[in-house]
């Protein structure tokens, strides 16, 4: 029995309440308890002698469970004010204009969008900035959707001119079996960069699970997991224009 012990330290790990969005793939599928994000943290973790243990909960929620003690740490946030402490970014989430290539779009800069009929996620007018927020009020063919595979079905029916979502989101629901059904997905697209990548980390009540988990971040990045954990998912880097 003390073989087995000193074999198996998962047995003695500490168990973290982490409080995680509902489900956005890649990034965290609750339905499987797994994704891009959610893999990196918890393998993070684990490789420090802690083990997660998700609370799935709308992101506004989130926010209240930590502020109120219910959960050990939040798995990411853009938010700086909150109790405890803050790690290294972990995950680095980017929008994209995207396009047909077949379609030449001129797509240079928001502006650009003016004219264009335009489907973005939901809210993205609140998150992309003045410039962004100006067009999306300004051009009658602009709309937001929750449900983002519709995008891509759109997109790929010349329903839409452009949409703007996350490269990996994208990417995700471009190999969507219903998606597939009916869209050629196989049609080659352009993202037009127009705007910054976003690094999110995350935050724990305890100093000490932040160093930790650091250090198994690093870990992960040295030994080349982190971006094997990337490849898993069968997502690619963009062709990126502009």
């Known amino acids: 029995m003390a073989l087995i012990c000193l074999a198996s330290p998962s047995l003695h790990a500490k168990t973290l309440k982490v409080a995680v969005g509902l489900s956005i793939p890649p990034y965290f599928i609750k339905e499987e308890n797994r994704g891009i994000e959610y893999d990196i943290l918890k393998e993070a973790l684990a490789s420090q002698g802690y083990k997660m243990e998700p609370r799935y909960v709308p992101l506004g929620r989130t926010l209240h469970l930590m502020k109120y003690g219910q959960v050990d740490g939040i798995m990411s946030t853009g938010r700086r004010d909150l109790p405890g402490c803050y790690t290294q970014p972990h995950i680095t989430y980017w929008n994209f204009a995207i396009s047909l290539k077949k379609r030449a779009l ?7 969008l003016n004219d ?25 063919n602009y709309d937001e959707i929750a449900n ?18 996350d490269r990996f989101i994208f990417e995700w629901f471009r190999q969507d079996p219903d998606v597939k059904k009916v869209a050629n997905t196989e049609q080659e697209v352009v993202h037009h960069n127009l ?6 980390g995350a935050v724990f009540k305890d100093d000490e699970i932040c160093k930790a988990f650091n250090i198994g971040l690093q870990e992960l990045h040295d030994s ?19």
Do not use: C, T, W
Not at 133 to 140: D, E, I, S, T
Not at 235 to 241: F, G, I, R
């Open 224 to 242: 080349g997991r982190y971006f094997e954990i990337i490849a898993s998912y069968n997502v690619a880097k963009p062709n990126l224009v502009n």
């Open 106 to 112: 001129n797509i240079k800069s928001i502006e650009d």
């Open 116 to 140: 264009k009929r335009v489907l973005s996620f939901q809210n993205a007018k609140h998150y992309l900035g003045p410039a962004f927020k100006k067009m999306a009020l300004n051009n009658p």
């Open 195 to 200: 705007f910054e990548p976003s690094e999110f």
């Open 148 to 165: 983002q595979s519709v995008q891509n079905k759109l997109l790929f029916n010349g329903r839409v001119d452009v949409v703007v979502a």
